[in-house]
């Protein structure tokens, strides 16, 4: 096998000629004659049974050329681009094959290659930073949504009110037929919830225990196609009204729904909990602004076979998160979801490229700056394990690849140069509409009326 004519194009794609001796041709040819032969008509022969050249002299010395060619490609391919030290990215394709007098394959391959990246700069970056602070107002409501969790429902005997939980029986019709999932018993709803299509709860408003009636609505246009726009009726039953018993504010709630014996200790744990959470987004978007200043300041030419390996990278994961088992197809996978193949690709490429941008970003980093990943390193990622599956950590350890978790673990050194050298700037003041630079329009306008 010889390696020849290797050639860069633009977007980090290479074209290459592997020459295959007549001898291994030869052979993969026999292979495709055993693979075909019982796909293949010959008048006189049973089905399987004709002589390859018999076959060849019907339908062309050349029948079999293309899948031989399919036979050998792969093994070429992979020692071709080793021996070219091509650091390949996605599927090749096969762009031409040809066979010369002496019987000798050429196979022409085209691929892309993992790109050059030119850093710009990712070292003292500059983004705005707010300081995380929690109001009374966030810890309040927070508290309240807890209280109305902790509610106790009572029936009482009078017209149902915004805020009250009610059981209903429903049925909704259309032109008076009706229709698949209008129909519920003892269903419990509270009024003003917003749960149902709007206007149906504002008509159960007033209505008592017992009563019959009725509701009309429209549906939304941004709705299910066969009732989108159109007008319905629900007849209903009410059952019950129940009002919320709100718990008082006081220590005994703290204990009920906390490991607090008093109420101001629980109240200093929510506004500890809403600190934190609002310094981790404070942070997260602190980075995310940061990260996408380095990538806007690297060139770099992103392979296509990078942006379908990452498309792939999240479907398979979206797939394990939902438990579906790794023997479904792609194809099955995105029906799953309940979208086309060009609907998923609109979805997730624009996140797939930013992805792609990143990852060649933190290894360009990681080349720079001569980052490794020590056993201290490894050993720390696996006592993260340990805490978080417990019991499962050896079995989970096991399924993991030392080489995808090195790639990792110095990525995330490469992120830390960006984020530890970095400087937080003021936020940027709001600016009043009286602020807001003004188009041409509204200055000639001005100009006209001075």
Known sequence: MTVKNVEKKENSTV??????????????????Y???KGQIYVAGFRKGKAPRVVIEGMYGSDIFHEEAVQILAPEAFEQAAGEAQLDTVGMPSIADFSVDDDKNLTITFSTEVYPEVTLGQYRGLEAPWTEPSVSDEEIDATIERERKNSARYVDVDRPVQKGDTIVLDFE???DGVAFAGGKAEDYNLEVGSGSFIPGFEDQLVG????????????????????????????KVKVHAVR????????????????????FEEYRNDVR???????????????????????IENMTAVVPEGMVSEKTDEFLRNYAESMGIGGNVSREDLIKMLGMTEDTFMQMMRPAAIRQVQADLLLDAIVKAEGLEASQEDKDEF????????????EKVKGMIDETLMTRDLVRRKAAS?????AVKTEPRAEKTAAEEPKDGGEAAAEEVKD
């Open 243 to 262: 009002e919320p018993q709100l718990p008082e504010l006081d220590d005994e709630f703290a204990k009920d729904v906390s490991e607090f014996d008093t």
């Open 15 to 32: 074209i290459f000629q592997v020459e295959i001796d007549k001898d291994a041709f030869e052979n993969a040819i026999n292979s495709a």
């Open 207 to 234: 209505m008592e225990a017992g009563q019959d009636g009725e509701v009309h609505v429209t549906f939304p246009e941004q709705y299910e196609e066969s009732l989108a726009g159109k007008d319905a009726t629900f």
């Open 34 to 36: 055993r693979r075909l």
């Open 172 to 174: 909704g019709f259309v």
């Open 382 to 393: 696996y006592k993260q394990i340990e805490a978080d599956y417990g019991e499962n950590a």
């Open 417 to 421: 140069v960006i984020y530890d050298t």
């Open 272 to 294: 500890a909990k809403l600190l934190t959470m609002a310094t981790e987004r404070a942070e997260s978007d602190f980075k995310s602004q940061l990260m996408n200043q380095a």
